[in-house]
Structure formats: structure tokens, C-alpha cells
T-cell receptor
């Protein structure tokens, strides 16, 4: 499964767009890129997933270039409630199931 | 539709005691995963179970830790003779099958004194 690298922390202000980039140089052909969000004292929550190009849902967009060695999570117009840890994961089929490998994540702090 | 339930939410044990953590998966889910999270770190996979079967326990410490998911009732993560290093948040996730998304519970925070 892909080992992912992402910034330890980021700061932003309300209303701004936030882009968090994740590197996954050794991503396997079958791996998907998955992002989770975790608030303090809560379990992670699925945000978005993609294989390549662009995926958009009501929460975020995910950009994956053709070489798939990196991906960027884009959060439009963040609010204070978006302050959380964001995890970029390589989700791959191994041992007969989809295994999630979490890294340290990016701590996003949104300021008023 | 209730989500993944974990109890207790907080558990305090003295060194040498046993800790039992319970996880009830979402309705209709028969796949359960346990993760451990130390402060300021990401989640570390421990074990993956289906009903009455352990599928992958590659992340479980070889001693003192065990997990089960019986035919009836919740999944149990059991830690015998706890030590201070076992203090962490333990999260359970469930999925409908091995390829579907994992939905996480609120976690159990274990403190060993």
C-alpha cells in the first residue's frame, strides 16, 4: 500500500480556499486515494475518494494528476468548523479486503 | 440508522488489570476493524474481523491483546494485564463487506494509571 506524506499543519482563515497536498510516490496501480477528516475526540469521517483526475462532492474536491504520485484535497470557503486533522490514505486491496493505512495527517486550523 | 457504537467511551484501569472494549457495528455490517491512536498520531490498524473469524491480525501485539466478533453480540477487544503504554484511543470501524467504506465509531479512551 502507498506510503503517504502530507504537511504536518496548516493555517487558514474563514472564507478562504484550502488546498492540502499529499505525496504518494509508490502508489500501486489498484490503490485509491482516500481522505478522512477527524475532529478532536471523534472517529475519522470519510470525505472523498478518487483514482485519477478530479472528483467533487458536496464537501470537497480531489485532484489527482495523471502520474498519480500526488493528490490535492481542496476545501472551498472554509469555516471554523473545518478545523480538524485531515488524513490522506492509500486504500488498496490487500489480503482480500480494502486496507486503510493512516499517516500522521495534516492539522488544519481555521482562524476567524 | 444508528452508527457504529463503542462503549465505554472512557475507561480507566490500573496496571495489571484487564480492559474490555466493545464495538457494535452499523446495522447490516458484518465486518469490523480495530485501530489504536496515540496522542498526536494517526490511527494504527490492529485487527480485521468478520463474524466469528479473524481475517487479519497483523497489527495486533502478540501478547496480552485479543479480539473477537461472535455470531451474536458486539465485537470485543480485550487487553490483559494493561500497562501504561496501552493508554490510547481505540477506534472501531465497520463495513458492509470487505470492499466498502469503513465507518468509524467515537472511540474508547483507555487510561492506565
Amino acid at each position: 500500500l502507498a506510503k503517504t506524506t502530507q504537511p504536518i499543519s496548516m493555517d487558514s482563515y474563514e472564507g478562504q480556499e484550502v488546498n492540502i497536498t499529499c505525496s504518494h510516490n509508490n502508489i500501486a496501480t489498484n490503490d485509491y486515494i482516500t481522505w478522512y477528516q477527524q475532529f478532536p475526540s471523534q472517529g475519522p469521517r470519510f470525505i472523498i475518494q478518487g483514482y485519477k483526475t478530479k472528483v467533487t462532492n458536496e464537501v470537497a474536491s480531489l485532484f489527482i494528476p495523471a502520474d498519480r504520485k500526488s493528490s490535492t484535497l481542496s476545501l472551498p470557503r472554509v469555516s471554523l468548523s473545518d478545523t480538524a486533522v485531515y488524513y490522506c490514505l492509500g486504500k488498496g486491496w490487500t489480503g482480500g479486503y480494502n486496507k486503510l493505512i493512516f499517516g500522521a495527517g495534516t492539522r488544519l486550523a481555521v482562524h476567524p | 440508522n444508528a452508527g457504529v457504537m463503542q462503549n465505554p467511551r472512557h475507561l480507566v484501569r490500573r496496571r495489571g488489570q484487564e480492559a474490555r472494549l466493545r464495538c457494535s457495528p452499523m446495522k447490516g455490517h458484518s465486518h469490523v476493524y480495530w485501530y489504536r491512536q496515540l496522542p498526536e498520531e494517526g490511527l494504527k490498524f490492529m485487527v480485521y474481523l468478520q463474524k466469528e473469524n479473524i481475517i487479519d491480525e497483523s497489527g495486533m501485539p502478540k501478547e496480552r491483546f485479543s479480539a473477537e466478533f461472535p455470531k451474536e453480540g458486539p465485537s470485543i477487544l480485550r487487553i490483559q494485564q494493561v500497562v501504561r503504554g496501552d493508554s490510547a484511543a481505540y477506534f472501531c470501524a465497520s463495513s458492509a463487506d470487505e470492499g466498502n467504506e469503513q465507518y468509524f465509531g467515537p472511540g474508547t479512551r483507555l487510561t492506565v494509571t
